[in-house]
């Protein structure tokens, strides 16, 4: 069974750049048949698609972030990483992986989230 | 962009009752390509619906989708305890993928 794991500092200092990793288990982050993808969820909030990326290295990015993201893979280690540059407060969130088919939008499976916050 | 409005805000039901909920699109949604997702408190959302209407896998058949074009609707026919989350919609018919801005269905 696939499982997504995110991981990465909990605590971001504003200005400086939000890391994360984001491991695959149960099955090939190079798989042809899927994109993986990163979200994120202000606390109480509703859910942001941040980018996605094909085990080829190929990214599509949200607009609204696209200058401050980059979304890259590392198919050695099955992982997929996410960084976030200039950070604000606003950018406090539980960010989740998750993967989709190639050719459809839908998302399934999730990680779990991890919460990272903005504080100095 | 396309902006989904997700109403009501908050369904107060009980279990056994029927619910309703309602995913509005601010333009056509392609190909029907919306899906819909369950979020329980402090859990990863949870695939329920893709392409407006069919189920993922292992989701129960009380949960059905519909719709297409602007308009698309989740429908529980029965609720059990385990339903009361919130739900999102999400359209992928056009980038950037959003979400609307969730429906709480809360015990009455």
């Known amino acids: 069974q696939l499982q997504l794991q995110e991981s990465g500092p909990g605590l971001v200092k504003p200005s400086e750049t939000l890391s994360l990793t984001c491991t695959v288990s149960?099955?090939?982050?190079?798989?042809?048949?899927?994109?993986w993808g990163w979200f994120r969820q202000p606390p109480g909030k509703g859910l942001e698609w941040i980018g996605s990326?094909?085990?080829?290295?190929?990214?599509y990015y949200n607009p609204s972030l696209k200058s401050r993201v980059t979304i890259s893979v590392d198919t050695s280690k099955n992982q997929f990483s996410l960084k976030l540059s200039s950070v604000t407060a606003a950018d406090t969130a539980v960010y989740y992986c998750?993967?989709?088919?190639?050719?459809?939008?839908?998302?399934?499976?999730w990680g779990q989230g991890t919460l990272v916050t903005v504080s100095s | 962009e396309i902006v989904l409005t997700q109403s009501p805000g908050t369904l107060s039901l009980s279990p056994g009752e029927r619910a309703t909920l309602s995913c509005r699109a601010s333009?056509?949604?392609?190909?029907?390509?919306l899906a819909w997702y369950q979020q329980k408190p402090g859990q990863a959302p949870r695939l329920l619906i893709y392409?407006?209407?069919s189920r993922a896998t292992g989701i129960p058949d009380r949960f059905s989708g519909s719709g297409s074009g602007t308009d698309f609707t989740l429908t529980i026919s029965r609720l059990e305890p385990e339903d009361f989350a919130v739900y999102y919609c999400?359209?992928?018919?056009?980038?950037?993928?959003?979400f609307g801005q969730g429906t709480k269905l809360e015990i009455k």
């Open positions: 998750a993967r989709r088919p190639s050719y459809y939008g839908w998302f399934d499976p």
């Open positions: 149960g099955g090939s982050i190079s798989s042809s048949s899927h994109y």
């Open positions: 990326i094909y085990y080829s290295g190929n990214t």
């Open positions: 333009q056509s949604v392609s190909s029907s390509y």
């Open positions: 392409s407006a209407s």
């Open positions: 999400q359209q992928y018919g056009s980038s950037p993928y959003t």
